[in-house]
């Protein structure tokens, strides 16, 4: 009688070939999308900040313009165009600001000095701070570079300030602290407003995509699309950081924000 061998007489079943799953590739070109919407949203909301203030900047120039023509005077022209070449100045920043914020880069990390990042932020929303006579408190340490994308931190900064104000309404405080943390090898950013501040139940879910307590946008243009918080968490992922939230309603909200201290062989590169 002849025993046949088990091993032999099985059958090996053949490799399953794989192949993507569209819905992937469907997902991740929707996400790319989402992104593109958020940043553009971003330069959407500035756009009346932006035509208001070169508004201003324009009537300066035109203003210190006639005032050089009318006066001889050696000193009433250098301050003629002392003052239009400030103004020409401000406007050129602006413009190159807002041009980054509409461009789609890809987020290359460099050396940043994050108080730089902060101080150019402010200049895009000093007027709109002013006009909703909001009060901005800076408490900022020196800090060591970190590494980050100086165009995403502004969405970033941009997204939580105006959040803040939107917050507050008008008549507050927004304190922005950036700090060195030694024991964890970071650096702090804080943005605390003196706002409405969000409920515990809603705290949970202030991350998720579209998820707004917005009707929409205010009077200034800005807010409501649900695609802020979102992309501020995305974009704090990618620097590597940990974003955190704390708000006690009718007190006010705070984000802190972690980004690791850029390594020494990083530090060989030009900082931004």
Not at 56 to 68: C, D, I, Q, S
Not at 161 to 190: C, D, P, Y
Request: with cysteine.
């Amino acid at each position: 009688m002849t025993i046949s061998n088990p091993i032999a007489s099985t059958s090996i079943p053949s490799p399953v070939a794989t192949h993507p799953d569209p819905r992937d590739a469907w997902i991740e070109e929707l996400q790319s999308r989402m992104v593109q919407l958020e940043r553009l949203a971003a330069v959407g909301e500035l756009t009346s900040t932006t035509t208001h203030e070169f508004n201003n900047l324009l009537m300066t120039v035109l203003n210190y313009a006639k005032m050089g023509l009318r006066n001889k005077d050696d000193a009433t022209r250098e301050k003629a165009f002392s003052r239009i070449l400030e103004a020409a100045n401000r406007g050129a920043k602006i413009t190159s600001m807002v041009l980054g914020l509409s461009r789609s880069r890809p987020g290359e990390l460099e050396p940043t000095q994050l108080s730089r990042v902060v101080d150019d932020t402010l200049v895009l929303l000093e007027r709109e701070m002013q006009k909703y006579r909001i009060l901005v408190d800076k408490q900022i340490d020196e800090v060591p570079l970190v590494m980050a994308a100086p165009d995403q931190i502004q969405r970033l900064l941009l997204n939580l300030l105006t959040n803040a104000r939107q917050a507050i309404g008008e008549n507050g405080m927004i304190k922005i602290k950036l700090a060195f943390e030694a024991s964890s090898q970071s650096v702090a950013l804080t943005i605390r407003d003196s706002g409405c501040g969000i409920s515990q139940e809603l705290l949970t879910k202030i991350f998720d995509p579209f998820f707004t307590t917005k009707s929409g946008p205010d009077s200034s243009g800005k807010g409501g699309t649900g695609l802020g918080l979102s992309a501020c968490k995305e974009i704090v992922e990618k620097h590597h950081g940990r974003i955190r939230v704390e708000s006690t309603v009718g007190k006010g909200t705070a984000f802190c924000i972690r980004f690791p201290v850029a390594t020494d062989s990083a530090k060989e590169k030009p900082a931004a």
